[in-house]
């Protein structure tokens, strides 16, 4: 992959599917926020950052995927390789997203086509009320597609360069076996 780093405002939708999908970028929530204290044995898991305003069911379902796709980043080296390419660490890239809920705008748009979306290169991260209804592996398929644009990773139409949204998603689904 010879992916560059964008800096401009662009947002993503992690699709499961074939078809890409933009929106605009919305500036995250104004609240007050908790830190998942959740623990774990795993050495390398970290607790990730959920807003406090995101879904109960939603936040259920993320915090459980979190820890599939740090494992999957822990036991599998081309997961690893997937940031590498992109001069990132993948658990940083997946440490450091912080997550919030889809704007209501968003759920009426974006969200019907996707489960979460972001902005290259931030760390903010959106995710659908849809999102808590994926599969635990498929929840951290999304977290780690996320998590790449996150790293810097940019996606077609809006990089020329870029993988499409579901090119993406086999990209995932082959190295991190998800
Ligand atoms: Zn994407």
Redesign the pocket.
């Known amino acids: 992959m010879d992916i560059r780093k964008i800096t401009r405002q662009v947002v993503?939708?992690?699709?499961i599917g074939s078809t890409?999908s933009t929106a605009i970028a919305t500036s995250p929530p104004d609240h007050r926020d908790t830190q998942s204290t959740a623990a774990t044995a795993d050495q390398v898991a970290t607790s990730p950052w959920i807003s406090s305003s995101v879904p109960v069911p939603v936040r259920s379902r993320l915090e459980a995927s979190h820890q599939v796709a740090t494992q999957r980043l822990t036991t599998k080296a081309q997961c690893r390789a997937l940031f590498a390419d992109l001069n990132a660490d993948g658990f940083e890239a997946l440490a450091s997203t912080m997550y919030y809920p889809a704007s209501t705008a968003s759920e009426k748009q974006v969200c019907r086509g996707a489960f979460g979306?972001?902005t290259v290169g931030s760390a903010p991260t959106f995710l659908c009320r849809r999102f808590s209804r994926l599969s635990e592996r498929r929840a951290a398929l999304v977290l780690i597609?996320?998590a790449?644009?996150r790293a810097g990773?940019g996606?077609w139409p809006l990089d020329s360069d870029g993988l499409a949204?579901g090119a993406?998603n086999d990209l995932v689904a082959e190295a991190c076996g998800l």
Not at 12 to 15: H, M, S
């Open positions: 993503f939708a992690t699709i890409a979306y972001t597609h996320e790449l644009h990773m996606e949204s993406i």
